[in-house]
């Protein structure tokens, strides 16, 4: 049988470059956890039953609602809020 | 995964059938130990006790309780592992290694390079051959794709474009309208579980030197530059953007039939009203191709009738709103319109004032309540209005210049059909360019000749 050669049909990806896990934290106690509300519909909902399991499992951990500014954009303000006032997130519920 | 980088220690939560596409997402954004966890699909529409249930059940892939999870993700000390992260370096090769046509046609089935439909495998002799339809050198980079705003961006050049079109059974001379459509910034494989696809629709001189029809069955198959070229851009789109896997980067619950094909011309000699890329500031002698995102939805009618407005607003109302409306008329349709009195503006400014829907309604629309509601609540109109509105109080769906109108049809019944077509705008899948700002959906063919 003949072989014949073709040309690839895919693109170039980009390098994928590293980055590393923050520290992770001793214990939830006394931390303040962002629950970050990614605005899809009725991820609030899931946030909010999130946010009473803490209040009556472990209820030392501070959980704070936080909303991104719409759904499927990255939202740097929010970030730098998290970044400044909490030790931890919880992101959801994405897709 | 930004989050991280700051040094917050962050897990994710997802729903069970995207554990596939969060880990190869968080793996190509270098980041695969990533904390993910994963409850049960679905969320929308599920009672507050119900997602309890999921908070106190168990996670969907490692089937250890869910709050362990999300407590040990956010505690448990990093390892080696971790700590390294992942960068590496990814390649494809120009040339495949040689082999059998049947061999050949397999591999391409089995790597997914295909629409599942035969191909026309692109040897050297046809890329080449291809390549004649453009004055642009073969190493030229095209622009960047990817199937949706979290996923990584990949890069092409005018010869992968051209790689595609032949496997599309393309012809040369088609290629300019091909790689505007590459260079778009869109792709026509949105990830996207609302299976969205494109239409895509080329006005000017172009249309009649490749030999586009905007006649008799102008969306069917039944042309050979209208298939080909709506069939090229749709493979270019998953082979260049780095797949179309159904669970890992196509997530589109129902599918969608336009996915396989779907371009076509404006009839606009025989349109009363001028062309779309005209209202766009082009010239009447420009050559470009515009994009359409969606094809969702379908809607038929007959007009004007009698009853032509109580059909269009029943067919306006019946959208699925969160993606505007644009209609494609056969000519008798369009003449009978102008008739009336309208033009292209005029006609959309009338379905605009006329297509409302009670507030409650509006609202209890999934799409709507994650795309709108949050611009919403930061008070950016129409929506802030819409929001304020009383539940009965009649609200608008669309704005004028979301409706868009386009001329086509081989005048054998003055039919028009109303499909899902975002025209630029936001939302999932809209195109940007590398500097972050919206890409125009109307592009230069005349460029890439």
Redesign the interface.
């Known amino acids: ?28 106690d006394g931390k303040v ?1 962002f629950l970050v509300d990614c ?5 609030d ?2 946030m ?3 946010r ?2 803490f209040a009556e ?2 209820p030392r951990v501070q959980t704070r609602i936080i ?6 954009v ?1 939202d740097a303000d929010m ?2 809020t ?2 400044r006032e ?10 | 995964m930004a989050l991280e980088e700051s040094g917050v220690p962050a897990i994710a939560v997802h729903t069970q059938p995207f554990a596939r596409l969060a880990k190869s997402t968080a793996l190509a954004n270098g980041m695969p130990r990533a904390r993910q966890v994963f409850v049960p699909q679905p969320v929308v529409g599920v009672s507050a006790a119900q997602l309890r249930a999921y908070i106190e059940g168990t996670d969907q892939i490692t089937k250890r309780p869910f709050v362990q999870e999300v407590i040990e993700g956010l505690t448990h000390a990093l390892d080696s592992e971790d700590l390294k992260g992942m960068s590496f370096e990814r390649s494809t090769p120009r040339l495949l290694e040689p082999d059998t046509e049947e061999n050949l046609n397999e591999l391409f089935i089995r790597n997914r390079w295909t629409d599942m439909l035969p191909v026309v495998l692109p040897t050297e002799e046809r890329v080449a051959r291809m390549l004649k339809g453009t004055s642009h050198p073969p190493d030229k980079v095209v622009g960047r794709l990817r199937p949706t705003a979290f996923r990584e961006a990949w890069e092409f050049t005018v010869e992968k474009v051209a790689v595609n079109a032949v496997m599309a059974g393309a012809r040369p001379e088609y290629l300019p309208v091909i790689l505007a459509l590459a260079a778009s910034g869109q792709t026509a494989r949105s990830s996207s579980t609302n299976s969205f696809a494109t239409i895509s629709v080329v006005n000017g001189p172009i249309r009649n030197e490749i030999g586009m029809d905007s006649g008799i069955g102008v969306m069917g198959p039944y042309n050979h530059a209208n298939a080909t070229i709506g069939r090229a851009y749709g493979l270019l789109s998953q082979n260049l953007q780095g797949g179309s896997v159904p669970g890992e980067t196509y997530m589109g619950t129902l599918g969608n039939w336009y996915g396989y094909t779907a371009c076509f011309p404006e009839a606009e000699e025989r349109s009363p009203w001028e062309p779309f890329h005209v209202e766009q500031g082009f010239k009447p002698s420009d050559s470009t191709v515009s994009v359409f995102f969606g094809g969702w939805y379908t809607h038929a009618g007959q007009g004007p009738r009698e009853t032509w407005q109580d059909l269009l607003i029943r067919t306006l109302i019946a959208t699925d709103h969160y993606l505007p409306p644009f209609l494609v008329m056969d000519p008798i349709a369009a003449r009978e319109f102008d008739k009336l009195g309208f033009n292209k503006q005029r006609l959309a400014a009338w379905c605009a004032e006329h297509a409302r829907l009670p507030a409650r309604d509006y609202w209890d629309n999934q799409w709507i309540q994650t795309l709108m509601h949050p611009l919403a609540v930061a008070g950016v109109e129409p929506y802030a209005s819409r929001l304020k509105a009383a539940p009965d109080e009649l609200v608008n769906l669309f704005l004028p210049e979301d409706i868009n109108i386009i001329i086509a049809g081989g005048e054998t019944q003055g039919f028009w059909k109303i499909f899902g077509g975002r025209y630029g705008g936001r939302g999932p899948g809209a195109p940007i360019t590398d500097k972050g700002e919206a890409a125009s959906p109307t592009i230069s063919v005349d460029a890439w000749r």
Not at chain 1, 39 to 43: I, K, L, M, R, T
């Open positions: 049988m003949t072989k014949i050669a073709v040309h690839d049909p895919r693109g170039y990806p980009p390098k994928v470059t590293g980055k590393r896990l923050a520290p992770r934290l001793e214990s939830l956890i605005q899809f519909d009725n991820s909902v899931f909010q039953q999130m009473e399991w499992h472990l909303e991104t500014r719409e759904s499927w990255d970030r730098a998290v970044a909490g030790d931890g997130a919880i992101l959801g519920v994405g897709l």
